[in-house]
């Protein structure tokens, strides 16, 4: 417990330092994870990757669930025809690519360079949600990145499992792989999907209970939509994510209490993730291996991976702006160190050295790519306007449907001069500004109080007029500038 509670201390510390660069709490977390593992502290000794899967599981439905609780239903119609081809068609890509070209460089027999391949084929969606948190990427670069990195990982799952057969000279059917993978990958969505619309549905004939019975109803929802799946034989990871999405679109009691529930519980569950992974790292192995897992490394960031983003993407209408990013931003994470304990599981990998290898790679993604994203956004002109900026929602507690929000306006000194009048706003109707926040003092909205740049507005709105406040209250300044009498 004590190694514990210093564990999670030294995280907090650490990103306090670092919390003006934006490091991703992923790499923290990683990095913690090693310094307290066994070859460098050693106060915690962990080998067995095995059960860190079971509890990356664990991780992921909660992960997934929120990531698809925060995707908008216009958001994701858009991107679906990239993110399945890139989810199936892509993973083969990709894995042929690294396996053939590691296998000229390296001299690594063809069979064995594919399935090293076809292990780091996947991009990691624990990586990718907590990369891309609070961070205002574009709405739909930023939807396709992370539904390809949810719906990737069966289909490297099946080209692994379909490598390893080969190597061992048993029969595999081309047929069979190819229906399993369908049904994982449709097994999955329809179960999410039936689990949700199941889940708003009683969610709404329970509304009159106490609102601490929603979070505990919500946590029942992730674990059922995950755990039917996996028995189904389906991608549970899926299931969670389309439970989340349907919930995330339909109006439901306390919908943005629970999404503050939840992101807190995506948060603890990244974190408690990858610092496991950390643990798992014996970098003492890294010196005889090293060298392979830099040169995987470049050619799935800089050709493998672009040659099929370009490749399928062309008739997408993706700029080519996006279609960099999207190239730039495969990080790989937990589910390629799951897969790659399967080898030495099948007698392929005694002295576990293509494990050594991808946990190398996995390591140096977050790294490299994990501190790069962000910075590569913002130079290519991929990241929305500050949030502050725009109108708000907060959450308006009431178990009953309404038509209202409660939205804070942030009277922003970039585009107000000057002040206004509460009396002389000409907002629509039903609206009422609740109270004005300056400076952390709370001043009431008297008709006679006045308004300032940088001060934060809370106000009582229809939902179909949310996005004439900030347009009126302009007007208003515009109005008493030129006209101060």
Not at 50 to 60: C, Y
Not at 95 to 103: N, P, W
Not at 257 to 268: H, K, Q, V, W
Not at 306 to 322: A, I
């Amino acid at each position: 417990m004590i190694i514990a509670a210093v564990i999670l201390l030294t995280l907090v510390l650490m990103a306090s330092v670092f919390h003006k660069v934006n490091v991703p709490v992923i790499i923290l977390s990683l990095f913690i994870g090693i310094i307290f593992g066994s070859d460098v502290l050693g106060l915690i000794y962990l080998d067995d990757a095995l059960l860190v899967k079971d509890i990356a599981n664990g991780a992921l439905m909660f992960i997934l669930f929120i990531g698809g609780f925060g995707t908008k239903q216009q958001h994701f119609r858009v991107v679906l025809k990239p993110v399945l081809l890139m989810a199936t068609v892509g993973i083969v890509i990709t894995a042929l690519i690294t396996g053939f070209l590691f296998h000229l460089v390296s001299g690594w027999p063809w069979l064995m360079a594919l399935l090293v391949g076809s292990i780091i084929s996947s991009t990691d969606a624990a990586a990718v949600f907590s990369i891309f948190k609070g961070r205002p990427i574009e709405n739909k670069i930023k939807s396709l990145t992370e539904l390809e990195s949810v719906s990737n990982d069966p289909m490297a799952v099946i080209l692994t499992m379909f490598v390893i057969g080969l190597i061992n000279g048993g029969e595999i059917s081309t047929i069979a792989a190819v229906l399993r993978f369908a049904w994982q990958l449709c097994g999955g969505v329809g179960i999410g999907i039936g689990i949700g619309f199941l889940a708003v549905y009683v969610f709404r004939k329970i509304r009159q209970i106490e609102p601490e019975y929603f979070y505990i109803y919500m946590i029942a929802m992730v674990l059922l939509s995950y755990s039917l799946a996996d028995i189904a034989g389906a991608s549970g990871m899926l299931s969670s994510f389309f439970a989340g999405f349907v919930m995330g679109n339909k109006q439901i009691p306390y919908k943005k209490g629970l999404l503050a529930f939840n992101n807190t519980l995506s948060f603890i569950t990244n974190v408690g993730l990858f610092i496991l992974l950390g643990l798992l790292a014996f970098p003492r192995n890294f010196a005889q291996i090293w060298l392979w897992g830099v040169v995987i490394f470049l050619i799935i960031t800089f050709i493998a991976r672009p040659l099929m983003v370009w490749l399928l993407t062309l008739f997408t209408g993706l700029k080519p702006k996006e279609k960099l990013f999207l190239s730039a931003v495969g990080v790989r994470g937990a589910v390629p160190i799951v897969l790659a304990t399967y080898p030495a599981a099948m007698g392929l990998d005694g002295g576990h050295e293509i494990f050594n290898i991808v946990f190398f790679i996995v390591a140096l993604s977050m790294l490299v790519q994990g501190t790069t994203i962000v910075p590569l956004a913002r130079r290519l002109g991929l990241l929305l306007k500050d949030k502050n900026k725009l109108p708000k929602l907060l959450e308006l507690v009431t178990v009953q449907d309404t038509n209202y929000e409660i939205i804070e306006v942030f009277i922003d000194d970039e585009y107000y001069e000057g002040s206004c009048l509460v009396k002389d706003l000409k907002l629509p109707p039903g609206t009422l500004i609740t109270f004005i926040n300056r400076n952390g003092k709370i001043i009431a909205p008297s008709g006679s109080a006045e308004i300032f740049p940088n001060d934060t507005l809370t106000v009582l709105v229809e939902k179909s007029y949310i996005d004439l406040i900030p347009v009126e209250i302009l007007r208003s300044f515009i109005i008493r500038r030129l006209h101060p009498e």
